[in-house]
């Protein structure tokens, strides 16, 4: 029996399948497990002509899946190389390894992939993007779609083109020492770039100022903070949310309420007047 | 500024294909379309006023720079904020007639669009909820071995939900949205405690944005220098941002090669594993 040999085109057509369905059915109760259905039926269609060993296969990857879905898909190249495996009769490889395997690395991946891709990467292209959208100019919002497209597509195809062909191995890159080395030196580009998105963007002022009798005014707030750190008030708001939501465990809802309150009593006794400033 | 049935209907289309889970595939929906500086543009396309739409997309992605849904938790809806929230931002920026490019302009469309998005959610476990009639209509078909069906129910059926819940609901708010955030101009005069108090919250609610963002990097207080240096080089130097990310990857290189240091000393240490330690790390 010649051995069984996953053709470009099939892998190609479960990478888009991933790519594309990932999420598209998504509920609350099976989250990305019908993408991954969609992803695996033109491999296992490929490896087997009998219609009893699809069943068998497919039920496989009937268990529950859910990760961040773009480094994800080394998740699926991994499986399909398993499943190339498997049709081969290779030893070892069983409903139980194959799903053993997702389910220990949906966790790890999710955690990698949300702080890495939706927490830095994605923050950073936005916060450039942000930079060149000055006075309504469209060029950011250009450049965020065309940079991220780009790297999105060929990152995801280059992380399921490695699951398939390294296995296992393909994650030790990312879990591995090394990997943690890089992931903390990006954190510090994110980090940096988000300091200045919000010194950029974000703008908290006061508009608290002490008149003399004559009505000129001897100290303004604002100029005093701004005096000690140019953006004082804004950081140390920003401070006082992340405190709320890391320290405190509020949710971002409350926390934002929290701020309508504020607002407000600050509105009533003067701290605050937007419109003062024009 | 109005908007037209045909203009909210090609916003609905692009909350359909935007929304988390959305038509558009998670890279092209959710991660592009979805960003409410995508969205200013594509708004201000529609509405025709681009530059208007970007600015209240710009407003609104600081405060959603960072939307991170871990297991599914949503706090905010990508497709209310950007295809709701926006272009009902947008009517009421003209509606009052302010300059869009001024700080009052970008503060009442942060409050606006985040009133919308934290309301959106319902639109979220709407869709989320009917998929799962579609997903039992898969699994039905995945039992019987009629496996061309898992296509129609991933990436076909799922339409059903959008339609119902992105497309419908966007279509009527910008449709009649637009009147009444015009008719709020009337309702509520500019120098009111209601509307300055709208404003002052449009100027803190990114602070939330920043925070959600903070909390994912920071670990231990050390990791809030970065963060400081950067806000300093904007704040204090005047950097943008392109510049302020330039000068971070010199910290990155070092930092990675410091780590990289305390990786490889144990096996330094190790005396005569030396060799083998360096090939395994190749």
Known sequence: MAEKKLSKKTLSSSFHHWYYGNLTCFTQEHMQTFGYLAAMLPIVEELYSDKEDQKKAMNTYTAFFNTEPQIGSIVVGITAGLEEARANGEDGVTDETINGLRAGLMGPLAGIGDSLIVGTLIPVLLGIALGLSNGGNPLGAIFYIIVWNLLAYFGMRFAYNKGYELGGKAVEVLVGPQGQAIRKAVGVVGGMVIGAVAATWVSVKTSLELKNSSGKVFLSLQKQLDNVYPGLLTAAFIILCWWLMAKKKMSPITVMLLLVVIAFVGVLVGFFDPGLKY | ?282
């Open chain 2, 1 to 282: 500024m109005s908007i037209s049935w045909l203009q909210a209907a090609l916003l609905g289309l692009f909350a359909s294909l935007a929304s988390m889970p959305g038509m558009g595939g998670t890279s092209i929906g959710n991660y592009t379309l979805g960003r409410p500086l995508v969205g200013g543009l594509i708004c201000g396309i529609i509405l025709g006023d681009i530059k208007t739409g970007i600015l209240c997309g710009v407003a609104m992605q600081v405060v959603y720079i960072a939307l991170v849904t871990p297991g599914g938790t949503v706090s905010a809806d990508v497709r209310a904020i950007s295809y709701i929230g926006i272009p009902l931002a947008m009517v009421a920026v003209k509606a009052q007639g302010l300059d869009p490019a001024s700080v009052k302009a970008t503060g009442l469309a942060t409050s606006m669009g985040t009133l919308v998005g934290t309301v959106g959610t319902v639109l979220f476990y709407g869709t989320a909820t009917l998929n799962l009639v579609w997903q039992g209509i898969g699994w039905k078909a995945v039992e019987k071995g009629d496996f061309h069906k898992i296509y129609t129910v991933d990436f076909i059926l799922p339409w059903i939900s959008h339609i119902l819940f992105s497309f419908i609901p966007t279509l009527i708010m910008c449709k009649l949205g637009a009147s009444a955030v015009t008719a709020l101009k009337n309702a509520l005069p500019m120098d009111g405690i209601a509307m300055k108090t709208l404003f002052t919250v449009g100027a803190l609610l990114p602070c939330v944005g920043i925070a959600i963002l903070l909390k994912q990097i920071v670990e231990t207080a050390a990791d809030f220098i970065p963060f400081f240096v950067g806000f300093t080089l904007a704040a204090s130097l005047g950097l943008n941002l392109v510049s302020a990310a330039c000068i971070s990857l010199i910290f990155a290189v070092i930092y990675y090669k410091l780590e990289m240091i305390k990786v490889e000393r144990p096996a330094v240490a190790g005396g005569y594993d030396d060799d083998d330690e360096e090939e395994e790390d190749i």
